[in-house]
C-alpha cells in the first residue's frame, strides 16, 4: 500500500491546487479503486511526508480534510485508518501501466436516443470548435451571419453595468419572471407593433434565448407523439430536429422562388390534416426566397380553414434590399393561428441570446412554464439592457446603419462571385437576408470543395443541414454563402482561396 502512495507525484507550479489537496485527492482514489480497504491503516503523517518529501503539516492538513470528509478515521493513540464505515470495494480493472482511475468515455448506464441516425449523421459542424494548438482557417464564409465588429456591443456594456450596480443590484441580480423582463416585453411590442405592423401587447410576448428556444417550446406546447408537420423541404435542419424529438411525423414541402408549395399543402389537408405547418415566409432559409403574397394568403386561409397551428420563424425580418420588408403573417393573424418566433441574433450578434415568441396569451402563459423547467429565466441585466436600448432608439439605428453596410457587402459579394466563380457556380441576387444560397455546377461537388478549402484556410460549407431527408440526391448542390460578416477586403481573400479549391 505505501507503494501505492509512493507512487504519487505533485504539480508545484502554482496553476493547480494545493499540495494537500493533491495529495487527498490520490488518497481517495486509492479507496475507491479498492486499493486502500476499509480499515486499513495509512502512514504516519511522518513517514508519509518523509517518503513524499513533502512537509508535516501538509499531509496533517490531508488527514484532517479526510476526516471531516468521512474517509478516513482517527483513533487515538493509534493512527489514521481508512474509515470502516465504508463499503468494501474490490480493486477496479485499469488500464495497463495507469496510476489512475480511468474515466469510461461511454455511459454506463442505458441511454435512450431520441435522435433518428439521419439526424446525428448530419450533426451541424458550421460552429466548429479549434483546441489550442490547432491552425484555424483564414476566413469562414458562414450560413448567414451579422458582422459582430459593428454591433452597439459599446452601449449595452455600458447600459449592463450601469444597471448592475447601485440601488439596481438586488433587483436585476435575483431571481426574476420566467417570462422574461417586463420592460424588455413592452419596449419588444413596441418595436414589434412599429416595424412589423402587429397589435400586440406585454401579455403576448415571452423572452427566450435565442429563436431555437422559441421553436422548442412551441414543438413541445404542440406536438405529440404521431402528429403530423408540414416542413419545407430544404429547410432549417435544427428545426425538423425539433419537431422530430417531440415525436412529430414530419412531411416536407418543396420550395421554389415564390416559397412553399401551397398547392401542395391544400391537396395533403384533404387527406390528412397536419397539426402544424412550420414556414419561414421572409428570407426562407436556406434558400433566402421570400412566399409570395398569394401564396401567404392561400396559407392563411389554410389555417383557418383546418384549425392548423401556423409557426412562423421571421429570423432575419429586418435586412430586406429589394423594398420595404413584408410584413409577416403574423401582423394579419385576425383568428390567432400563428405562433411568431424570432431574435436580435441576426440584427446584432449571435452571442446575444435574446429572442421572443409572439403568441395568444394562454399560449404564452404554457410556454414559459415549460421554459421555467429548463432554464428558470434568462439574463435579467441582459434583457433590461437590451430594454433600455429599444427604447431610445438604439437599435433602430444599428439597424439602419447595418442595413446599408451590409447591402454594399451585397453587391461586393455577388460581383466576386460573378467574376471569379462564375463557372462553378449559379446564383440569383437575394432580395434581402444575410446570405446567398448558390448552386453549384454539374460535376462540381459541395463536399470536395469544402474539404479542398479548408486545406487552404478557408472554412466554408459541405452542403449538408439543407436537406433533410438523407435520400435527397441534390444535398451535394448547394451552398449558402453568408456575406455580412466579412467586410469587402475580407470577402475577395475569402473567394480567391474558394476559387483555388476548384480540383
Request: charged letters at 25%; hydrophobic letters at 40%.
Amino acid at each position: 500500500m505505501i507503494e501505492r502512495l509512493l507512487e504519487i507525484s505533485f504539480k508545484k507550479d502554482g496553476e493547480h491546487s494545493p499540495l494537500y489537496q493533491q495529495l487527498e485527492s490520490e488518497i481517495i482514489q486509492l479507496i475507491c479503486r479498492g486499493i486502500l480497504k476499509p480499515g486499513q491503516a495509512l502512514p504516519s503523517s511522518r513517514s508519509l511526508a518523509e517518503s513524499l518529501k513533502l512537509n508535516r503539516k501538509t499531509v496533517v492538513a490531508t488527514y484532517e480534510e479526510l476526516d471531516a470528509q468521512g474517509w478516513v478515521e482517527t483513533r487515538e493513540r493509534s493512527g489514521v485508518y481508512v474509515s470502516s464505515s465504508l463499503p468494501d470495494t474490490s480493486e477496479r480493472i485499469i488500464k495497463e501501466n495507469s496510476k489512475k482511475l480511468i474515466r469510461s468515455r461511454q455511459p454506463g448506464y442505458h441511454q435512450i436516443l431520441k435522435h433518428p441516425a439521419d439526424a446525428i449523421a448530419g450533426t451541424d459542424r458550421r460552429m466548429e470548435i479549434y483546441a489550442p494548438g490547432t491552425r484555424q482557417p483564414l476566413y469562414k464564409i458562414d450560413d448567414g451571419f451579422p458582422d459582430a465588429r459593428i454591433a452597439p456591443i459599446e452601449q449595452l456594456v455600458r447600459e449592463y453595468r450601469r444597471l448592475g450596480k447601485g440601488r439596481f443590484t438586488n433587483q436585476f441580480l435575483n431571481y426574476g419572471p420566467e417570462h422574461g423582463s417586463y420592460r424588455l416585453r413592452v419596449e419588444l411590442a413596441k418595436f414589434l407593433n412599429r416595424t412589423r405592423g402587429m397589435q400586440i401587447t406585454e401579455k403576448e410576448v415571452l423572452i427566450t434565448k435565442g429563436t431555437q428556444m422559441a421553436i422548442y417550446l412551441a414543438a413541445q406546447l404542440l406536438i405529440s407523439r404521431g402528429d403530423t408537420v408540414f416542413v419545407p423541404e430544404p429547410g432549417y435542419f435544427d428545426a425538423n430536429r425539433t419537431f422530430q424529438l417531440a415525436g412529430g411525423d414530419l412531411v416536407f414541402i418543396p420550395v421554389d422562388k415564390d416559397g412553399m408549395d401551397v398547392d401542395m399543402i391544400e391537396r395533403l389537408c384533404k387527406r390528412k390534416v397536419p397539426k402544424m405547418i412550420y414556414v419561414i415566409p421572409h428570407h426562407h432559409r436556406p434558400t433566402t426566397v421570400t412566399m409570395s403574397a398569394e401564396r401567404r394568403m392561400r396559407l392563411m386561409n389554410l389555417a383557418y380553414e383546418y384549425g392548423i397551428a401556423l409557426l412562423e420563424d421571421d429570423y432575419d425580418f429586418d435586412y430586406h434590399f429589394a423594398s420595404d420588408p413584408l410584413l409577416p403573417l403574423a401582423s394579419l393573424d385576425s383568428a390567432a393561428h400563428i405562433i411568431y418566433v424570432g431574435s436580435f441574433c441576426k440584427s446584432v450578434a449571435p452571442g446575444i441570446r435574446i429572442g421572443f415568441m409572439v403568441a395568444p396569451e394562454a399560449v404564452i402563459n404554457e410556454a414559459a412554464t415549460i421554459r421555467k423547467l429548463i432554464d428558470r429565466q434568462g439574463d435579467q441585466l441582459l434583457e433590461e439592457a437590451m430594454a433600455e436600448l429599444l427604447n431610445t432608439g438604439e437599435i433602430s439605428r444599428h439597424i439602419k446603419k447595418s442595413h446599408k453596410v451590409y447591402q454594399g457587402r451585397l453587391d461586393n459579394t455577388c460581383r466576386l462571385l460573378s467574376e471569379r466563380l462564375g463557372k462553378y457556380l449559379t446564383f440569383e441576387r437575394p432580395n434581402g437576408g444575410l446570405a446567398i444560397w448558390a448552386n453549384y455546377r454539374e460535376n462540381v461537388s459541395a463536399s470536395a470543395v469544402a474539404l479542398n478549402a479548408k486545406k487552404l484556410g478557408l472554412q466554408i460549407s459541405d452542403g449538408r443541414n439543407y436537406f433533410f431527408q438523407p435520400d435527397n440526391i441534390m444535398s451535394d448542390d448547394f451552398v449558402r454563402i453568408g456575406y455580412c460578416s466579412l467586410d469587402e477586403v475580407e470577402m475577395a481573400h475569402a473567394v480567391d482561396i474558394w476559387s483555388r479549391a476548384f480540383v
